[in-house]
Antibody
Framework: EVQLVESGGGLVQPGGSLRLSCAAS????????MHWVRQATGKGLEWVSA???????YYPGSVKGRFTISRENAKNSLYLQMNSLRAEDTAVYYC??????????????WGQGTLVTVSS | DIQMTQSPSSLSASVGDRVTITCRAS??????LNWYQQKPGKAPKLLIY???SLQSGVPSRFSGSGSGTDFTLTISSLQPEDFATYYC??????????FGQGTRLEIK
């Protein structure tokens, strides 16, 4: 059974840092592109970052230069290092797997999410 | 960035109704369009990928159509478990993925 389990969320002050983790199981992690998507309370979905199987990374302008996505295939783990956090980064953060053979970057499995709150 | 606009933003319907949700892209995205269902407190669930392909395990009452800038998600006969929020997602401008603002489907 495919499982994605996020951890590392919590309360952090503006300007602070946090590292999220996503533990993957039930599939060959190294063979899949992985993404982070966030959702502020009561709001829609926002794409945060992506990492390919070769380690290539992608970010939207809203987080580029502040967030870093990485993966450790030996540990079946995905990470999101978040620096210079702002109040608008407050959200539930989901890790998501790109469906195998996808050419449309659709996400067939998602974790349960971890809440990040940026507040003083 | 490519903007995705869903309509309506909310919708009330009854069990057994046929429902259509529309997603419009600010520029042509070919068939790089996916649909998700999200229930409160849960992660999104993939329903449709590449505009019209049904994800494995998703009931056949769900269908998608469209290409270019205009897309639709149709539920042929609403079931109680279908009341949720639906999102479209474009990936044409990879790596710049964007989602629609969501359509909340409520029980009438």
């Amino acid at each position: 059974e495919v499982q994605l389990v996020e951890s590392g969320g919590g309360l952090v002050q503006p300007g602070g840092s946090l590292r999220l983790s996503c533990a993957a199981s039930g599939f060959t992690f190294s063979s899949y592109d992985m993404h982070w998507v966030r959702q502020a309370t009561g709001k829609g979905l926002e794409w945060v970052s992506a990492i390919g199987t070769a380690g290539d990374t992608y970010y939207p302008g809203s987080v580029k230069g502040r967030f870093t996505i990485s993966r450790e295939n030996a540990k079946n783990s995905l990470y999101l290092q978040m620096n210079s956090l702002r109040a608008e980064d407050t959200a539930v953060y989901y890790c998501a797997r790109v469906r195998s053979s996808s050419w449309t970057w659709d996400f067939d499995y998602w974790g349960q999410g971890t809440l990040v709150t940026v507040s003083s | 960035d490519i903007q995705m606009t869903q309509s309506p933003s909310s919708l009330s319907a009854s069990v057994g109704d046929r429902v259509t949700i529309t997603c419009r892209a600010s520029q042509s995205i070919s068939s790089y369009l996916n649909w998700y269902q999200q229930k409160p407190g849960k992660a999104p669930k993939l329903l449709i990928y590449a505009a019209s392909s049904l994800q494995s395990g998703v009931p056949s009452r769900f269908s998608g159509s469209g290409s270019g800038t205009d897309f639709t998600l149709t539920i042929s006969s609403l079931q109680p478990e279908d009341f949720a929020t639906y999102y479209c997602q474009q990936s044409y401008s990879m790596p710049g993925i964007t989602f629609g603002q969501g359509t909340r489907l409520e029980i009438k």
